[in-house]
């Protein structure tokens, strides 16, 4: 099944300042989508990615605050804007594959 | 609403004893269920998938899991474990998100579970 290369695997950021992250998936797919996992909380999807056109944000999630690329069907990005100390989290991207989905290793973001 | 939840924060198992990790859901027509497991500073890994058939599902490093219609449950086992299972286990169920008219994994609170030697 696909597998999918993710980084940055972790990193301290100011806050005000912006981190994109990357997944590079080994073959193509035709979604993505982004989770954000909070510290001891469960994973909660952030939004959908589909290629050659906008994402698609759940509820309380922003394009202003979490812009997503994808301009091709093995690659996204995730930023993540603006940021404060509540953006503290870990990020996962994740692509169907035949078993299911597999998933990014995540990033690890802390905003101080 | 569709969920799925994990009535477990923590599970402590001695090792070689047999473990159960409780998932229970809720969704509208036949479930996609899915079990993955996070070792810490790592992503998620696949452990097994029930989607239609033997309601025992086998799955890796010798985990399985009981699909439970009356009940609705679909619980993760195994029988011996061993140190190397502690990890963070989540209980999925594919939804439809309407939104992006695609389907996804909603996941339970996850459950620790802390094999002790």
């Known amino acids: 099944s696909a597998v999918i290369s993710q980084k940055p695997s972790r990193d301290i950021c100011q806050r005000g300042t912006s981190l994109t992250i990357q997944c590079q998936v080994d073959?193509?797919?035709?979604?993505m989508f982004w989770y954000r996992q909070q510290p001891g909380q469960s994973l909660t999807l952030i939004a959908t990615a589909n290629q050659g056109s906008e994402a698609t944000y759940e509820s309380g999630f922003v394009i202003d605050k979490f812009p997503i690329s994808r301009p091709n069907l093995t690659f996204s990005t995730l930023t993540v804007s603006n940021m404060s100390p509540e953006d503290s989290s870990i990020y996962l991207c994740?692509?169907?594959?035949?078993?299911?989905?597999?998933f990014g290793s995540g990033t690890r973001l802390t905003v101080v | 609403a569709q969920s799925v939840a994990q009535p477990e924060d923590q599970v402590n198992v001695a090792e070689g004893n047999p473990l159960t990790v409780k998932c229970t859901y809720s969704?509208?027509?036949?479930?996609?269920l899915f079990w993955y497991v996070q070792y810490p500073n790592r992503g998620l890994q696949f452990l097994l998938k029930y989607i239609t058939g033997d309601n025992l599902v086998k799955g890796s490093y010798g985990f399985e899991a009981e699909f439970n219609k009356s009940q609705t449950s679909f619980h993760l086992k195994k029988p011996s474990a061993l140190v190397s299972d502690s990890a963070l286990y989540f209980c999925a169920v594919r939804v439809l998100y309407s939104g992006a008219g695609s389907y996804q994994l909603t996941f339970g609170k996850g459950t620790k579970l802390s094999v002790i030697p």
């Open positions: 969704v509208s027509g036949n479930p996609y």
């Open positions: 073959s193509q797919v035709t979604m």
């Open positions: 994740s692509a169907p594959t035949p078993d299911g989905y597999t």
